[in-house]
């Protein structure tokens, strides 16, 4: 029983998201294997190759990867599973990275695909969410190889003290079907969100974007935290898209998760809720985050938050 | 050109999913169910396209039961010329409903198809990256931009932390997110002039294709519920309990 996981990084430092997948991995048992593909990365292989429970790293260099395009990367991952009969289960983080990959990977393999895995019972039986976190699945696979997406916050990350061998992997042909034309990634000067252990969220309450950064950024800053926002202050043009967390946003599972007038959507519910601690601070005394929340403050937000500061 | 657009019936995103007591499933019975809302941006997409001339035709396609085709009129009120209904009783896996929509891609000759990025009731999100797969097609998944010229599409999609930009070469398909675009409102007249609009039917056994399920669902429960917890008096109160009880900050 061989699994082979498809690495998340940037060609210089290898994602967090990884490691969780790493440890989802070992879960499983057998061997794990992790691929490394990208653009002078070797770096990240012998990252990879240091984490707990990797048996080996296969290393893929080629102009043709350095963008992690979805085409190149699966047709890579197709030919390395069928080159080799022992690879029982293929997993990426369920990131939007490995949620772009590893359908594409699973109907080359002709396999089905387990999205969202929450928990390893055996290795073909898995839980997910669905129903936008409503609903939990128990559900057993029936394909020779397992594809599995991993919701990376069910899973501590995979820790230090592995001596795994580096292999080169050669690399296949480039398919010629898509190029990177360019990225606009925001530089944050605060955690990410999916990996912060305290998130200060903003919702519809907060009633203007000026407002909502005025607002909640000194608390993040007090904090160390990572800002984040409902859909509704997403679609209010409060805070950027990339801030949204719930079902079709981000979904996160912080030590601390501050929600500041937010009422508590389903969708947003559905982000958040398996957060260690939860503090609501919202005026509407019936508005539904508070039945989520271990901590809620009745009050008006312009008002509690400076106190909040102030008293931390 | 033509282009595709994959719809699915779900049930409808203001109804709360209620899980069945025998722990079989999601009970649907009697609910409302309507259009996928990421396949309504898809649908709208697809229509500003033709509307600009990019496009000659819309094709919306379904798989699912013959219910299914009052979703597949829905599409045609916002604007698509025609639908196809690969009709089933049988659950479908992202995969099958794959193959499917590959076979009327590849009989009508699409050059452009688009999906929702995930459906919001299994939210497996895979249906539109395996059809890339089968049909051997270039893929942007999570598009909140389209522009088309020629035989390339630039697309600008979600990526964590920010947007990337992507020229493919057509044949391509996409997945739409959220900011994509707005659906427009149906109108009345819309909807009758969908109902006169052609509706062909498949018999998905017919087919000759695998569209067995891959994995069994052995049982479905309600999630773990969070209890509500206490209610502070004061920032004070709580910044005491966040330090002394929680012990988070």
């Known amino acids: 029983m061989t699994t082979l996981i498809i690495a998340e990084h940037d060609n210089t430092v290898l994602k967090a998201a990884t490691l969780n997948t790493i440890a989802a991995a070992t879960r499983i048992g057998g061997d794990i294997h992790v691929l490394v593909a990208g653009g002078n990365c070797v770096a990240v292989a012998q990252a990879a190759a240091a984490v707990a429970g990797v048996s080996k790293v296969l290393h893929a260099d080629a102009t043709h990867y350095e963008a992690h395009l979805a085409e190149n990367l699966a047709a890579l991952v197709q030919s390395r599973v069928r080159a080799d009969a022992g690879y029982t289960h293929v997993l990426a983080p369920a990131t939007a990275f490995g949620k772009n990959v590893l359908p594409r990977v699973a109907a080359l393999l002709d396999a089905s695909q387990v999205s969202d895995v929450i928990a390893i019972e055996s290795p073909d039986t898995f839980q997910r969410p669905f129903y936008a976190g409503n609903a939990l699945a128990r559900v057993q696979s029936k394909d020779a190889i397992k594809v599995l997406s991993i919701r990376t916050t069910a899973f501590d990350p995979a820790g230090a003290g592995g001596t795994a061998v580096v292999e080169t992997l050669a690399a296949a042909g480039d398919l010629g079907l898509t190029t990177l034309v360019g990225r606009e990634v925001v530089k944050l000067e605060r955690p990410e969100l999916t990996a912060a252990s305290v998130i200060v969220s903003g919702g519809r309450g907060l009633g203007a974007a000026d407002k909502f950064h005025a607002v909640l950024e000194p608390l993040a800053d007090k904090l160390g935290a990572a800002i984040g926002a409902s859909r509704a202050a997403v679609d209010a043009g409060y805070a950027p898209n990339d801030y949204q967390v719930g079902q079709t946003g981000k979904i996160v599972a912080p030590q601390l998760y501050v929600a500041v007038g937010i009422s508590g959507a389903i969708q947003h519910l559905a982000g958040m809720k398996d957060s260690k601690v939860i503090v609501a601070i919202n005026k509407d005394a019936e508005a539904p985050i508070f039945q989520v929340a271990d901590y809620g403050l009745v009050a008006d937000l312009f008002s509690a938050v400076p106190e909040l500061i102030a008293a931390l | ?249």
């Open chain 2, 1 to 249: 050109m033509k282009i595709l657009v994959a719809v699915k019936r779900v049930l409808d995103y203001n109804v709360k999913a209620r899980v069945k007591s025998d722990g079989s499933g999601v009970d649907l019975a009697n609910q409302k169910l309507s259009m996928n809302p990421f396949d309504e941006i898809a649908c709208e997409e697809a229509v500003r396209l033709r509307e600009a001339g990019v496009a000659s035709e819309v094709i919306v396609v379904s798989c699912g039961p013959t219910v299914c085709q009052e979703t597949l009129r829905s599409a045609m009120a916002i604007g698509a010329d025609r639908a196809v209904l690969i009709e089933t009783d049988a659950g479908l896996e992202p995969l099958a409903v794959a193959k499917l929509m590959q076979h009327v891609a590849t009989k009508e000759g699409v050059q452009f198809a688009i999906f929702g990025k995930q459906a919001i009731d299994d939210d497996a999100g895979q249906t539109g990256q395996m059809f890339g797969a089968l049909m051997g097609w270039a893929q942007a998944s999570f598009a909140s931009k389209v522009q088309i010229s020629g035989d390339t599409a630039t697309i600008t999609r979600e990526i964590d932390g920010g947007l990337e930009t992507l020229a493919m070469k057509l044949p391509a398909v996409i997945t739409t997110d959220l900011r994509l675009n707005e659906p427009r409102f149906i109108t009345l007249p819309n909807i009758m002039k969908a109902k006169k609009k052609p509706m062909e039917v498949i018999k998905a056994a017919e087919l000759g294709i695998d569209i067995a399920p891959r994995t069994v669902t052995l049982h479905v429960s309600e999630p773990p519920t969070r209890k509500a917890g206490i209610k502070v008096a004061d920032t004070a109160e709580l910044v005491k309990r966040l330090k002394e009880e929680a012990k988070v900050i």
